[in-house]
C-alpha cells in the first residue's frame, strides 16, 4: 500500500498541512462563524422554549450545552468532508500517495480546534440563557472535559465522516452512524461538566472520574481513526 | 431472473441445498416440540405466572443477536485479513447482521412486553437494556452502509472496517451507562434474581429453544449468504449483459 512508503515525519507534516489548510478554509469561507455557531445558539434558545422553566433549565443546562455540540458536530463533519469530496480532492491527495494517518489527523485537528470554539460559546450561552454557575474553580475541569471531549468527537466525526464522504445519502446516513458512537461523550462531558458548573450542588471533585472516560475515548478513537482511516480511503 | 442467469448451471440459481433442506426439517420439528413444551407443558412461575412463557422467545432471540453480531466481527476479521480474504466473509458478516438486527428486534418487543408485565414498565435503564439498543441501532447503520453502492470489494471492506469499529464501540458503550447507572439509580431492575433456582423442565424448554433458534440462525445465514452471492452474480452478469449488448450495437452500426 501506498501509505508505506512516507515515514512519520511526512505523517506530521502532511496532518499540519492539512490542518492549516482546513482552517484557513474556514477564515475564508466562514461557514463556522456565519452558519454552524448560529445555529448551535438557536438550539440552545429552542431548548428554552420546549423544557419552559429555569429551574429544569438550570438543572440540565450541561447536558443540553454537549446535546447541541453534537447536533454541529454532525454538520461540521459534513462541511468537513463536502470541502474534500467537491472536487474529488481527497482521491487526489490519495492518487498522489499523502499519507491517510496524515489526513486524518490533519482534519481531525482542524475539526477539533473548531469544536473548542463552539463549546466556548456554547458555555457561555448557558451561563447568559440557562443561569448556568462559571467558576474559576470550575473552570480547570470545564476546559479540560472540553478538550479531551472535543478530541473524542472529532476523531469519531473525521473516522465516519470520511466513511460516508463520496457516498450517495450521505448526509441522512452520517446521523445514524455518528449519534450511537457518541453516546459515551455525551454521558462523560455531561457530568464532567455538572460537577464543573455545580449543578444540583454536585462537587468540582466528582467531575474528574469522568475525565477519564473522556480520556479512554479519544485515545480509543484516535488511534483506531488513524489505523482505519487509510483502508476505508483505499477505494 | 432466470433467463438473465443463463450461462450459470441451474444449481447455481437455488439457495437450498440436501442439507439445509435436511436442517429446516429439523428445525420445524424442533419449533413444533417448542411451542408445544414452552405453551402447553411446562409450569407457570411461582411468582410471573404465565408470563414467564415469553422467556422461551426473548432469551434465546437475544443469545441469537449476539452470536450473530460475534460472527459478523469474525468474519469481517476474515475479510480483512489478506490470507483469508474472500467475498463470501462478507456476505456471511452481512447474513448474520441481517438475522442478528432481525432477532434482536424480536427480543428487544418481547422484552419490553415482558418487562410491562413483570415490573410494570416497558423500559429501564439498565445497561444492559440500554447497550442491546445501541447495538441494534448500530447494525442498522452497518446495513445502511452495506447498501451504499460501489464495487463488491468497496463494500466488503467498507463494512467489515465498521463493524470492528463497533466491536470496539459497544463495550464503551455499556461501560459509561454501567457508570452513568451506578451512580444515578440505585436499583436495577433487570439485574434482579439472577440466581433463581429454575424447575428442570423450564431449563430444559429454555435449552432446546436456545438450540432450534440457533439453528435457525445457521438455516437463515446459509440461505441468505446464497442469495447475496447471487445478487453480486446478478450485478456482474448485469455489467456484462450491457457490454454484449453495445458491442451487438456497435456491430450493427458498423454494417
Redesign the interface.
Known sequence: MSNSVPGSAGVIATARLIAAKDLRVERRSRVLLNQVLPFALIVMVMFAFALDSDAVLERVAPGLVWLATLFSVLVMVSRSFAVETGDGALDQLRSAGVPATGIFIGKMLALMVQLMVLVALLVGAAVVLYRAHFSWAGGVLLVTTATAATCGLAAVGT?YGG?AAG???RET?LP??LL??V??VL??AT?ATESAFGTNGIAISEGWP?LG?LV??AV??SV?GAV?FG??L?? | MNTSMSKHSPRDRVTGTPFTRGLGVVILAGITLLIILAIFVSPADVNQGESVRIMYAHVPGAWLAYLAFVVTGISSVAYLWKRTRSLTWDRIAGASAEVGVLFMGISLVTGSLWGRITWGTYWTWDARLTTTAFLFVTYIGYLAVRGLGGTHQQRARRSAVLALLAVLEIPLVHFSVQLWNTLHQEASVAGRGTDVEMDGLMLFTLFLGVVVFTLMYVWLVLHRQRSLALDDMLDDSGLDNALTARRAEAQGVAR
Do not use: S, Y
Open positions: 473516522l466513511l457516498a450517495k445519502g446516513l445514524l452512524l450511537p458512537v453516546a459515551p454521558i462523560g457530568r469522568w472516560l479512554v475515548f480509543l478513537f483506531a482505519a483502508p476505508l483505499d477505494e
